[in-house]
């Protein structure tokens, strides 16, 4: 065996180990939250409630309804985990969840024929842009901003869908495993959907001022 096999069969070691130690983090925090322990909850949505946001807020293309969003979805994970079946990661299952809600957060609204509607100019930018990290020159921060809001009304103008493929696997950065168990499709239909899906993004982008 070459010097690379031993090191590459030894970092695939390592990668199950750590796997195997997640999964079993997992399972220590699933017992606690079936028990009702409310810093095992409190601990489950520090880590998680950030990325929920992010995906409720492409979804719904709105931070107010992605914020309540949010909450409604913590409190139904709350209410709901003991039926939990572990047919997927938790994380995994938490997208599921938040998948659900934003669909029909969306068809609600649509019923209604109204929504909040976000309004793409400098200010909504730089809210869309705010990050960790050290802050970036203001003019930097300003392109960067609008970049990321051009793109946002892009994906709003996706069926729903679509958007939930986009965000999900090129945002989120989600493997197909994760996204089949999330929508509950074939990996072919994801497949072939968030191609077409990038194809519209991809279209709309080209027509929107950068």
């Not at 995906?55 to 939990?84: K, N, P, T, Y």
């Not at 996204?179 to 074939?186: A, Q, Y």
Request: net charge negative.
């Amino acid at each position: 065996m070459s010097p690379g096999g031993v090191l590459d069969v030894g970092q695939q070691t390592l990668a199950t180990e750590a796997g195997s130690d997640a999964r079993r983090e997992e399972q220590a925090l699933l017992v606690r939250l079936r028990r009702g322990d409310p810093e095992a909850f409190e601990s489950l949505v520090r880590e998680h409630q950030d990325r929920l946001y992010d995906f409720c807020f492409r979804m719904l293309g709105d931070r107010e309804e992605a914020h309540d969003v949010v909450q409604e979805i913590f409190v139904s994970v709350h209410q709901h985990v003991r039926r939990f079946r572990e047919d997927a990661r938790l994380s995994t299952w938490l997208f599921r969840v938040s998948k659900n809600h934003c669909l029909n957060r969306l068809k609600y609204l649509q019923r209604r024929g109204r929504g909040r509607s976000e309004v793409y100019d400098e200010v909504s930018a730089a809210a869309i842009a705010e990050g960790g990290g050290a802050p970036p020159q203001p003019d930097a921060a300003l392109d960067a901003a609008r970049e990321r809001a051009r793109v946002q009304r892009a994906i709003s103008q996706l069926d729903p869908d679509a958007r939930m493929l986009v965000a999900l696997r090129d945002i989120e950065g989600l493997s197909y495993d994760e996204i089949v168990d999330i929508t509950e499709l074939p990996e072919g239909t994801v497949k072939s959907r968030l191609h077409r899906a990038r194809e519209k993004l991809a279209d709309l982008l080209g027509r929107f001022e950068p």
